[in-house]
């Protein structure tokens, strides 16, 4: 069991220069125990900042963020964490990278070439383990992440708009992947998106967030079956994708007209 | 060595022969004098001489043993110092502004001052090599450090990495390229601390081998005493580059 309590979390964020900004206002949500759920908001709503206090990498300073009921005080490999830009190590290969995790729990060795192997073929990336990131495109790329992050098994995954750096055909080819890895071992997924089609057709919540400061608007339930091959083009979801884009759009418009645009 | 490659070497080295050619033939017509520029077979032949009678390899080593000694303590100093800098926010507001008061002063000021402290030997040279170069690294060091990427440092730290691991792990990594540039800056500089200063204070070395050939008037060797500290530099140099590329082999 592992489930993700946020309590009237408020944050603040401080630029290097310049006045405080509210980034997230009074936010409270629930995230259940292997369910795929996707913040969906306008750049700018604070839904990476949300994933970030989750994830342990910016202090919670007001309200309460726990897991099973403990707070959390800092990242842990019990979440695990992916990144828009891949953050893989640049000096590793994509073994190496994969491997690193697993170096940490303090495996023994078979056990952990064998586990990197596993999680290097499950993305489809055989051939190329002893590649640099340098060497890869950027879907590659966020294959090796993925795999390094599911290698070490975290109970919680937070995706950090893992697909936004990629190019249109590499998108849909990576959501459905992670679909079927999801299907095929469920785990707690928190995956931050702005991307509507994309939220509708993973999560079986979509949680859409206001702009700036960043608020819980609407909490919509998208879970239906979404295993047929032309489920993107069924009424369903497009009426359900409709819904979530008719809540999404005040939220831009208001965060275009905020920046003055 | 395809072909291709091997004219793509020549034309490199071309300017290079015609300068040869230019100076045997400036002093061999008596364009300029001879005693002040000693054509380029006499000047081999002298290095020829010199390399028999031991002296150059002699002094040479008294050389190369201040460079290396030195320019190790730089380097494991610098870099510690700069990493240090970038890691832990007290040494770097106790240090900072003396590394930016230092690092532009001549090195070669400290000649006097290392000479006074340990005399003539190899101890000063060591000192003077390991405190003119050790700045550059401790620069590059400090800026490649401080330049690793936040999300690279999270990664690690979800992924389990103790403090300690994300310094050697993270931090050191991404030092790498800057700290390697910096080192590369002190392997010139070394060059040059290490000629002025036999030069001025020593008994053996490639630097005093010059300067007693010149006080002597036997130009030719002395002429083939520079061209062999010119050669050492480059050669230095290349290998250097050489291994830097490899250790960042990962970057495309």
């Known amino acids: ?261 | 060595m395809t072909r291709n490659a091997l004219i793509a070497r020549l034309v490199k080295y071309l300017p290079l022969l015609l300068l040869a050619m230019a100076w045997e033939g400036a002093s061999r017509f008596e364009l300029v004098s001879s005693s002040a520029l000693p054509s380029l077979t006499k000047v081999a032949q002298a290095w020829w001489d010199l390399a028999l009678g031991g002296d150059l390899v002699e002094n040479g080593a008294a050389s190369l043993w201040r460079l290396a000694a030195g320019l190790a303590i730089a380097i494991v100093v610098g870099a510690a110092l700069g990493i240090g800098m970038a890691w832990w926010r007290p040494a770097d507001i106790a240090l900072g502004p003396l590394v930016e008061m230092f690092y532009p002063l001549p090195k070669s000021a400290l000649i006097p001052v290392t000479a006074l402290w340990l005399g003539f030997g190899d101890g000063s040279k060591i000192l003077l090599i390991a405190m003119g170069c050790m700045l550059p690294v401790t620069l590059g060091a400090y800026n490649g450090a401080r330049s690793s990427e936040r999300v690279l440092v999270w990664s690690a730290r979800s992924l389990g990495a103790s403090k300690l691991r994300i310094l050697r792990d993270v931090v050191l990594p991404s030092a790498l390229p800057e700290m390697l540039s910096g080192i590369r800056t002190a392997l010139a500089i070394s060059f040059v601390l290490l000629v002025a200063s036999e030069l001025i204070v020593a008994r053996a070395g490639l630097g005093y081998l010059i300067g007693f050939l010149g006080s002597n008037g036997t130009y030719d060797s002395m002429f083939a005493v520079v061209l062999t500290v010119a050669f050492m530099g480059f050669v230095a140099d290349r290998m250097y580059l050489l291994i830097m590329r490899r250790a960042l082999a990962w970057r495309d």
């Open chain 1, 1 to 261: 069991m592992t489930t993700i309590s946020i309590d009237r979390v408020r944050h603040l964020y401080r630029p290097a220069r310049g006045r405080p900004v509210l980034a997230l206002e009074d936010v409270s949500l629930e995230v259940r125990d292997k369910e795929f759920l996707a913040l969906l908001g306008p750049s700018g709503c604070g839904k990476s900042t949300l994933l970030y206090l989750m994830g342990g990498f910016l202090p919670v300073e007001i309200g309460s963020i726990s897991i099973d009921g403990k707070p959390i005080a800092g990242p842990g490999p019990e979440r695990g964490v992916v990144f828009q830009h891949f953050a893989l190590f640049p000096w590793k290969t994509v073994r190496q990278n994969v491997l690193y995790g697993l170096e940490r729990k303090g495996l023994p060795r078979d056990e952990r070439e064998a586990t990197a192997k596993k999680f290097i073929d499950l993305v489809g990336l055989s051939g190329f383990e002893d590649n640099y990131p340098s060497q890869l495109s950027g879907g590659m790329k966020q294959r090796a992440a993925i795999a390094r992050t599911l290698a070490v098994d975290p109970a919680v995954l937070l995706m950090d708009e893992p697909f936004g750096a990629l190019d249109a055909q590499t998108r849909a080819l990576m959501q459905a992947e992670l679909l079927n890895i999801w299907r095929a071992s469920p785990k707690t997924v928190v995956f931050v998106t702005h991307d509507v089609q994309e939220a509708v057709y993973l999560a079986g919540r979509v949680v859409v967030m206001s702009a700036r400061p960043g608020k819980v608007k609407a909490i919509v339930d998208t879970d239906f079956d979404k295993t047929a091959p032309d489920v993107l083009r069924s009424p369903k979801f497009g009426d359900m994708a409709d819904h979530i884009w008719g809540l999404v759009k005040e939220e831009a418009i208001k965060a275009q007209m905020g920046r003055g645009v």
